[in-house]
């Protein structure tokens, strides 16, 4: 059973993406890759890119500028619909070409799931599987989409939580706050934190509320997790 609600655990990309590879074992993928940039009208080269696909593909792939070739790029971007990898979407010559490319890295059965973030955020997620033949390859396809839909929707939540954060400055925490939060961080109650820096609970709750307040969020554990992406304390 794989429980997808550890990825808005995640306190950096790599963390996340790091749990994002090993629960795609739950659509049995063989690879996988996110890419998502800000706005849909953002440069393709401005895209956040994480993958597991081979490297020399990779750099081929960006040094080619085939995002702009790439069928299931431009469906992601016009569509919330899964796109299923089959050779029939490449309809140019430009895109055959590089259908065949991208078969010889082994990229010939897998599926896309189209991103579409709540600020604008647009990308995608696909999962590329191991090639059979095209009754087990359907069956593949009918058995995982469901769990990869679910995944996708972890995916797009968190990774643009984590993304907004990169965006953000850092909070400006008084003296106090850092305090009464770095007691926190490590596990201390309201009322613990107040016999530590000598104050009442009422002042510990009264700095808690002003902190969640400077995040934006609606609990003290997520105050932490932000504080600590933001490097605004050290644990």
């Given at each position: 059973?794989?429980?997808?609600?550890?990825?808005?655990?995640?306190?950096?990309?790599?963390?996340?993406?790091?749990?994002?590879?090993r629960l795609?074992?739950?659509?049995?993928?063989?690879?996988?890759?996110?890419?998502?940039?800000?706005?849909?009208?953002?440069?393709?080269?401005?895209?956040?890119?994480?993958?597991?696909?081979?490297?020399?593909?990779r750099q081929?792939?960006?040094?080619?500028?085939?995002?702009?070739?790439?069928?299931?790029?431009?469906?992601?971007?016009?569509?919330?619909?899964?796109?299923?990898?089959?050779?029939?979407?490449?309809?140019?010559?430009?895109?055959?070409?590089?259908?065949?490319?991208?078969?010889?890295?082994?990229?010939?059965?897998?599926?896309?799931?189209?991103?579409?973030?709540p600020g604008?955020?647009?990308?995608?997620?696909?999962?590329?599987?191991?090639?059979?033949?095209?009754?087990?390859?359907?069956?593949?396809?009918?058995?995982?989409?469901?769990?990869?839909?679910?995944?996708?929707?972890?995916?797009?939540?968190?990774?643009?939580?984590?993304?907004?954060?990169?965006?953000?400055?850092?909070?400006?925490?008084?003296?106090?706050?850092?305090?009464?939060?770095?007691?926190?961080?490590?596990?201390?109650?309201?009322?613990?934190?107040?016999?530590?820096?000598?104050?009442?609970?009422?002042?510990?709750?009264?700095?808690?509320?002003?902190?969640?307040?400077?995040?934006?969020?609606?609990?003290?554990?997520?105050?932490?997790?932000?504080?600590?992406?933001?490097?605004?304390?050290?644990?």
């Amino acid at each position: 059973m794989y429980d997808f609600s550890e990825l808005l655990t995640a306190t950096s990309l790599t963390e996340w993406f790091s749990k994002l590879v090993r629960l795609s074992a739950s659509v049995n993928a063989e690879q996988v890759l996110f890419a998502l940039k800000k706005e849909k009208l953002a440069p393709n080269d401005n895209a956040i890119i994480l993958s597991t696909y081979p490297s020399e593909w990779r750099q081929k792939y960006d040094e080619n500028g085939y995002a702009s070739v790439d069928p299931v790029v431009q469906k992601s971007f016009a569509s919330a619909l899964p796109i299923l990898w089959d050779r029939s979407i490449y309809e140019t010559f430009e895109q055959l070409a590089f259908y065949e490319e991208a078969a010889a890295y082994g990229l010939i059965q897998g599926i896309t799931l189209p991103l579409h973030g709540p600020g604008g955020e647009t990308g995608l997620l696909s999962f590329k599987f191991t090639l059979s033949d095209r009754m087990n390859y359907t069956k593949n396809i009918e058995r995982y989409l469901p769990i990869a839909s679910l995944l996708r929707d972890y995916a797009i939540s968190s990774s643009t939580a984590l993304l907004k954060l990169d965006q953000k400055q850092k909070v400006n925490l008084t003296r106090r706050e850092y305090e009464v939060l770095k007691w926190c961080a490590v596990g201390k109650t309201a009322w613990e934190t107040s016999i530590i820096l000598s104050c009442s609970e009422a002042t510990i709750n009264f700095h808690l509320k002003n902190v969640r307040r400077k995040y934006g969020v609606d609990s003290k554990g997520l105050a932490v997790v932000r504080a600590i992406q933001g490097g605004d304390i050290i644990i």
